[in-house]
Every structure is written in structure tokens, then in C-alpha cells.
């Protein structure tokens, strides 16, 4: 997104309804594009596939900043992100989710069923314990898909409006994924949230007008949503769509006809290379902590390997495991060959650097230095996923071990 240059080399308009910023070093937006930021999402901790990045709230500070200032007020997704924001001394307010803009499709008889949506696995369960001799189809999707960047435009299009077709016509969904409830609510199909907490910071405020509910009280009883007729959705969210709807209209008409250039469209006026010197600056600092926690993580996953191993050897595969395989695997553990299997190589990065800033010659040195320094982030952002999954996986095999 900070490298987008339009082909006509004018500003292109872009409602920029996102979670920003899986790779938070990647910001602000290029000049080229012409921003209305409503649906604004931003966390500091790090969720999806995001593990164990050292960057929070950085990256919105200083000319990171100042680009959100020179483009607000910035509409918000949920109300966790417009109070930070607020705290950031940035203009912002609460503008729900894009899909809360989706218009209803054609209603037609595809079938009495309900659609359950990553609903969990006990609630899943359970409904189709409920229904297993009623004349309701159950089924059951997913959100969990590959990314996959490569497929076409139209595919992607035609894939999506194929399972709203499918929501639409449903008696009720039932989903713990936010991004199935919002557009349910905004087709009018009856949605039941399904969530272990109420706590979350993306959910606010959408608790408050939706229909939800914990798997715990589900199973229980204490829900009171009947999935064969299941109750209107709550019509609180709708003052809301409408507004966001008018904001998206608005801006659509106005830059329609709007021919000025990059120069004259830009909010952000200090230029290319006062943001890419705060950037750098930025990184400079960030990436000598970001490898203090890479190397503290390398020590752990070290210390759990040979606390896995201190319980292999007391087990019956190890003792029959012949002398020579024994003195080896010990040797192994002895040593801090684990440590230094998940430490940075620093050699592999730098070949990974070079290769990145010699696929661009006609870069500017300090664009260079920009470049490399997002480039070691990015192979950082590997090491660091890689080290969090192993993680899990070494923890859990302790806890079966106990077993």
C-alpha cells in the first residue's frame, strides 16, 4: 500500500475500510491514494497472523500520525480503536463496519435451513442434536480460508455474493465471526453471535445490537433464541448504516469528476522524504529490540525442547533405542543446538536484504535504506510467527506428556 502508484500517475479514491496494519511498518499509505478512512481498525496486541511483532502503537506516532491528522476525522470500526486514537491526540469517531452497507439480495425458496458458521463446536453440537428429526437442512461454513493472492478478481466476487445469496435465504445464521454477523444484520437475516466473552475489542459495540450469546448459556438453556423461529434482528445498528452509507455516497460523488494531481489532492503536505526519514528512524529503533525478543524466544523454545527431551528419556522408545542413538540425542540436547536452531541467521537475512534492494536499482539511497530496513521486518515477522507456533506446539506436547 506505501508503494501504490496508479498508472496514470493521478490519486485514485479509496474508501479505506481495513484492519490496519498486519505489517505495521509498511505505513502511511502512498500519496497516490486519496483516502476516506471509515471502518478503521487498529490493535496493539497482536492477533491473527500477527504473533509477536514488538511494533505497537509506534507506527502511529510522529509522521504516521500526522498523515492520520491531515485526513481525519478517521472513522472508526469499533469503539476500542476510536478511543485510542482520541488518546493519539487524532480526530476520530465511530463509524461501524463497511458491511454494515451491504443492501439486501433477492429473496427466493432455497430450502428451509440454517447456516452455521464457525459457530463452535459445542453449539454445532447442540443444534444438530435439536434438529436431527425436523425437516431444517444444517449447514455448516467456514471463514477460515488461504489467502491466496493470486486468485482473479472475478472469482473472488462471484464466490462472495454466492454465500451472501446463501445467508440471505436462510431461516437464521449462527457465527462467532463478526464478519458474518455485520453483513447478516444488514441484509436483515436473523443472526445469533456466538462468543466466550463479551470482552473483545472488535465487538464494541456490536454486542449491543446484536443477538448473542456464550456457548456455556447456549447449552444450558438460558438462551432464549430459537434457531426454527428465531426473533427480528435489533434495529439499533441502523441510524449507523445510514450514515455510513451517505459518507460513502458523498465521497463517490465528489471525487468523481475531481481531476486535480497527486500534488494538489494531497492532504499530507511534508512530502516523500520527510515520512520516509521518520520511518526510518522509526525501524532503526524497533529492530534492535524486535532481535533482543527473537533471541529470548530462541533461549525458550532451547529450554522447552530439552524439558520435552528430559521426559523422552524416561520413556520406553527411548530405552529402546539403541547406545549409539542414545549418546547422540543427548550430545544433541547438551548442546544448545536448539538455541542456535532458531536463532536469526543473519546471513540468510542479508542475502534476503540484498536481493530485495537490487530488484529496485533506480531507488533513491535513502528509499534503499527504507526498503531494506521494511524488508528485515517482513523476514522478522516469519521468525517470529515460526517461533509462536512451535511454541504452542512444544507446549502442548509437555501437557500431553504429563498425561
Given at each position: 500500500?506505501?508503494?501504490?502508484?496508479?498508472?496514470?500517475?493521478?490519486?485514485?479514491?479509496?474508501?479505506?475500510?481495513?484492519?490496519?496494519?498486519?505489517?505495521?511498518?509498511?505505513?502511511?499509505?502512498?500519496?497516490?491514494?486519496?483516502?476516506?478512512?471509515?471502518?478503521?481498525?487498529?490493535?496493539?496486541?497482536?492477533?491473527?497472523?500477527?504473533?509477536?511483532?514488538?511494533?505497537?502503537?509506534?507506527?502511529?506516532?510522529?509522521?504516521?500520525?500526522?498523515?492520520?491528522?491531515?485526513?481525519?476525522?478517521?472513522?472508526?470500526?469499533?469503539?476500542?480503536?476510536?478511543?485510542?486514537?482520541?488518546?493519539?491526540?487524532?480526530?476520530?469517531?465511530?463509524?461501524?463496519?463497511?458491511?454494515?452497507?451491504?443492501?439486501?439480495?433477492?429473496?427466493?425458496?432455497?430450502?428451509?435451513?440454517?447456516?452455521?458458521?464457525?459457530?463452535?463446536?459445542?453449539?454445532?453440537?447442540?443444534?444438530?442434536?435439536?434438529?436431527?428429526?425436523?425437516?431444517?437442512?444444517?449447514?455448516?461454513?467456514?471463514?477460515?480460508?488461504?489467502?491466496?493472492?493470486?486468485?482473479?478478481?472475478?472469482?473472488?466476487?462471484?464466490?462472495?455474493?454466492?454465500?451472501?445469496?446463501?445467508?440471505?435465504?436462510?431461516?437464521?445464521?449462527?457465527?462467532?465471526?463478526?464478519?458474518?454477523?455485520?453483513?447478516?444484520?444488514?441484509?436483515?437475516?436473523?443472526?445469533?453471535?456466538?462468543?466466550?466473552?463479551?470482552?473483545?475489542?472488535?465487538?464494541?459495540?456490536?454486542?449491543?445490537?446484536?443477538?448473542?450469546?456464550?456457548?456455556?448459556?447456549?447449552?444450558?438453556?438460558?438462551?432464549?433464541?430459537?434457531?426454527?423461529?428465531?426473533?427480528?434482528?435489533?434495529?439499533?445498528?441502523?441510524?449507523?448504516?445510514?450514515?455510513?452509507?451517505?459518507?460513502?455516497?458523498?465521497?463517490?460523488?465528489?471525487?468523481?469528476?475531481?481531476?486535480?494531481?497527486?500534488?494538489?489532492?494531497?492532504?499530507?503536505?511534508?512530502?516523500?522524504?520527510?515520512?520516509?526519514?521518520?520511518?526510518?528512524?522509526?525501524?532503526?529503533?524497533?529492530?534492535?529490540?524486535?532481535?533482543?525478543?527473537?533471541?529470548?524466544e530462541a533461549h525458550e523454545l532451547s529450554s522447552l525442547y530439552q524439558e520435552l527431551f528430559s521426559r523422552f528419556i524416561k520413556t520406553d522408545t527411548f530405552r529402546g533405542y539403541d547406545k549409539d542413538r542414545k549418546k547422540r540425542l543427548k550430545k544433541y540436547i547438551r548442546s544448545e543446538a536448539n538455541y542456535h536452531k532458531f536463532m536469526i541467521n543473519y546471513f540468510q537475512i542479508d542475502m534476503t536484504v540484498r536481493a530485495a534492494v537490487e530488484a529496485h536499482p533506480d531507488l533513491?539511497?535513502?528509499?534503499?535504506?527504507?526498503?531494506?530496513?521494511?524488508?528485515?521486518?517482513?523476514?522478522?515477522?516469519?521468525?517470529?510467527?515460526?517461533?509462536?507456533?512451535?511454541?504452542?506446539?512444544?507446549?502442548?506436547?509437555?501437557?500431553?506428556?504429563?498425561?
Amino acid at each position: 500500500m506505501e508503494s501504490f502508484r496508479s498508472r496514470s500517475r493521478k490519486p485514485v479514491a479509496v474508501i479505506m475500510n481495513a484492519w490496519y496494519m498486519w505489517n505495521k511498518w509498511n505505513w502511511p499509505p502512498s500519496k497516490y491514494i486519496y483516502p476516506l478512512f471509515v471502518g478503521f481498525h487498529y490493535a496493539d496486541h497482536q492477533l491473527g497472523y500477527q504473533p509477536g511483532s514488538v511494533i505497537k502503537y509506534q507506527m502511529l506516532t510522529g509522521e504516521g500520525g500526522e498523515y492520520l491528522r491531515a485526513n481525519g476525522p478517521i472513522g472508526c470500526r469499533d469503539e476500542f480503536t476510536r478511543d485510542n486514537l482520541d488518546r493519539l491526540g487524532i480526530e476520530s469517531y465511530f463509524s461501524g463496519c463497511i458491511t454494515l452497507t451491504l443492501p439486501k439480495r433477492q429473496v427466493r425458496d432455497m430450502g428451509r435451513y440454517i447456516c452455521l458458521v464457525d459457530a463452535g463446536d459445542e453449539i454445532t453440537r447442540k443444534i444438530k442434536e435439536d434438529l436431527k428429526d425436523s425437516d431444517i437442512e444444517i449447514k455448516e461454513f467456514t471463514h477460515n480460508r488461504p489467502r491466496d493472492k493470486e486468485r482473479p478478481w472475478e472469482e473472488r466476487k462471484r464466490f462472495v455474493e454466492e454465500r451472501l445469496d446463501i445467508y440471505q435465504n436462510a431461516i437464521c445464521v449462527v457465527t462467532k465471526r463478526l464478519h458474518c454477523a455485520l453483513p447478516c444484520l444488514a441484509m436483515e437475516v436473523p443472526v445469533l453471535l456466538s462468543r466466550i466473552s463479551p470482552d473483545e475489542t472488535r465487538f464494541s459495540p456490536y454486542l449491543d445490537w446484536l443477538h448473542w450469546t456464550s456457548p456455556e448459556d447456549y447449552l444450558s438453556g438460558r438462551c432464549d433464541f430459537d434457531v426454527t423461529d428465531p426473533p427480528e434482528n435489533k434495529p439499533d445498528y441502523k441510524p449507523v448504516r445510514e450514515a455510513l452509507i451517505k459518507k460513502c455516497r458523498d465521497f463517490v460523488a465528489d471525487c468523481r469528476d475531481d481531476e486535480r494531481s497527486v500534488a494538489e489532492a494531497v492532504r499530507y503536505k511534508k512530502g516523500d522524504k520527510a515520512m520516509i526519514s521518520w520511518r526510518i528512524s522509526m525501524l532503526r529503533e524497533i529492530i534492535p529490540e524486535w532481535e533482543r525478543r527473537l533471541d529470548q524466544e530462541a533461549h525458550e523454545l532451547s529450554s522447552l525442547y530439552q524439558e520435552l527431551f528430559s521426559r523422552f528419556i524416561k520413556t520406553d522408545t527411548f530405552r529402546g533405542y539403541d547406545k549409539d542413538r542414545k549418546k547422540r540425542l543427548k550430545k544433541y540436547i547438551r548442546s544448545e543446538a536448539n538455541y542456535h536452531k532458531f536463532m536469526i541467521n543473519y546471513f540468510q537475512i542479508d542475502m534476503t536484504v540484498r536481493a530485495a534492494v537490487e530488484a529496485h536499482p533506480d531507488l533513491s539511497v535513502i528509499r534503499k535504506e527504507d526498503l531494506a530496513l521494511r524488508t528485515i521486518c517482513d523476514e522478522y515477522l516469519k521468525l517470529s510467527k515460526r517461533n509462536f507456533y512451535r511454541k504452542e506446539k512444544l507446549m502442548k506436547a509437555l501437557l500431553d506428556s504429563e498425561v
